[in-house]
């Protein structure tokens, strides 16, 4: 498990750009076969990419976690961003499709992530926080969210969000997890941006074509930088930074928040006249 420290603003103004990509930057999370955690100071979250090919792999707890199993005094949300696959908690079989959503609480001891195919392997991404009480393990079809659009294309951010695990929909203790898919033609996520102290971010970007590449803003609003990313890559955001990016072309991405509160709308607006 890659270990991820927390840093204050006035360091981060200091970072090159190989620190920049050290500190936020999560590459190679889908590496077949294995399993890959980042533990991030970040609200102690964990992020990591599971990829079973024949055999199925298990989700345990670790000496770095200090727990016997992996919900020991955690919740987790995971997306399937591959093939189809499936994921079994305690004997209970989910079948997760593409950009399917699955939430399981505090306290579930064996988690069995499995691919339908080896040839085309489920990948499946979570986030995991701590937690305080058991919520029910709970599947969301990416088929049964219609999502709400937002944005234009005259703006180049014509998109569909769908909110998966939230405060109206699939309750955890605070995990808040969707995703957001860009139209053909749009490129730019979440601008105007916007800070939150009261939680950090985690972002997740997909569906993006190999020679593709995704400019990824983040920084203080007058202290701007940015981490250029391609398909599968994760970033953190800390709760002093923006979020928010354009790329070569079209693209989705999965959102994953923890912190003080699960309010989704909670965030302090950048007016576009303040980025520096």
Sequence with gaps: MDIRYSTHPDHAKTFTTEDIRKHYLIEELFVPGETKLVYTM?????VG?????????????NDQMKAEYFLERREVGIFNVGG???????GETYAMENKDCLYIGLGKRELLFSSE???????????????HKEYPTQHVAFKDIEGD??????????????????KEGIQSCQVVMGMTQ?????????????????????????DLDENARMFHMMGEP??????VMKNEEAVISPPWSIH?????????????????????????????????
């Design 117 to 131: 195919s080896a040839a085309s392997p489920a990948k499946f991404y979570l986030y995991s926080a701590p937690a």
């Design 49 to 61: 990419g599971i990829t079973p090919i024949e055999e199925s792999l298990s989700l345990k707890g």
């Design 84 to 90: 189809a696959g499936s994921i079994t908690v305690d």
């Design 222 to 227: 007058t202290q701007t930088r940015h981490i």
């Design 149 to 166: 659009r937002l944005g234009a294309l005259e703006t180049a951010n014509d998109r569909v969000i769908r909110r998966m695990i939230h």
């Design 182 to 206: 860009l139209s053909t033609g749009s490129v730019w996520n979440s601008m105007p941006t916007h800070t939150h102290d009261r939680r950090s971010e985690v972002y997740l970007y997909i």
């Design 42 to 46: 970040e609200e102690r979250a964990i």
């Design 244 to 276: 928010c990016g354009a790329a070569t072309s079209n693209y989705t991405f999965i959102w994953a928040m923890a912190g003080d509160n699960k309010t989704y709308n909670d965030m302090d607006q950048v007016t576009m006249d303040e980025l520096r």
